[in-house]
T-cell receptor, first 111, second 110 residues
């Protein structure tokens, strides 16, 4: 158990819809990183939050947004969904010696 | 844009064989990690290397960080079916944001 919790595990939705993915980082960890993994693009960094503030942004579409709440859980909001948004979405916490511990991901299927 | 290239992309071997996976970049890493990922799960951290020339061993896995901190290798001795998975290298370039490599998919047959 990585200590990083993601819900839901699976999500199936139609094009044009909006979904929210949730992540609870390891206890006491202030950072949350969001990644998207698709078959043709590999693991792509989306966005990082640290103690409620956005710290770094990667290849995140304007249709996507995220936030981190005072209790440190984070939500990734995906709107106007397209077929190409189908992917695994992971969040991660950092570990003291370097590197990340990942949640088990949310598999999003857009139909 | 920092890129991490891994080779080979796919590797299919018999149990007991040795293999090496490579991770290369044109940029200098401040640190590098190796992860293993199984289908439907998140990547699991195997090792972090920080110092150029560093070698770390984890049972049958040997990780090496290049002297110039631009490349790394993962060597598996006497591979077993349980080693099957997607191996990913990932590097930090100044910030703590990780950039992931393209991945090596390993299949070990009994």
């Amino acid at each position: 158990d990585s200590g990083v919790t993601q819900t839901p595990k699976h999500l199936i939705t139609a094009t044009g819809q909006r979904v929210t993915l949730r992540c609870s980082p390891r206890s006491g960890d202030l950072s949350v990183y969001w990644y998207q993994q698709s078959l043709d693009q590999g693991l792509q960094f989306l966005i990082q939050y640290y103690n409620g503030e956005e710290r770094a942004k990667g290849n995140i579409l304007e249709r996507f947004s995220a936030q981190q709440f005072p209790d440190l859980h984070s939500e990734l909001n995906l709107s106007s969904l397209e077929l190409g948004d189908s992917a695994l979405y992971f969040c991660a916490s950092s570990v003291p010696m370097g590197g990340y511990t990942f949640g088990s991901g949310t598999r999003l299927t857009v139909v | 844009t920092q890129l991490l290239e891994q080779s080979p992309q796919f590797l299919s071997i018999q149990e007991g064989e040795n293999l090496t996976v490579y991770c290369n970049s044109s940029s200098v890493f401040s640190s590098l990690q190796w992860y293993r990922q199984e289908p439907g799960e998140g990547p699991v951290l195997l090792v972090t290397v920080v110092t150029g020339g560093e070698v770390k061993k984890l049972k049958r896995l040997t990780f090496q960080f290049g002297d110039a901190r631009k490349d790394s290798s993962l060597h598996i001795t006497a591979a077993q079916p349980g080693d099957t998975g997607l191996y990913l290298c990932a590097g930090n370039f100044i910030t703590d944001k990780l950039i992931f490599g393209t991945g090596t998919r390993l299949q070990v047959f009994p």
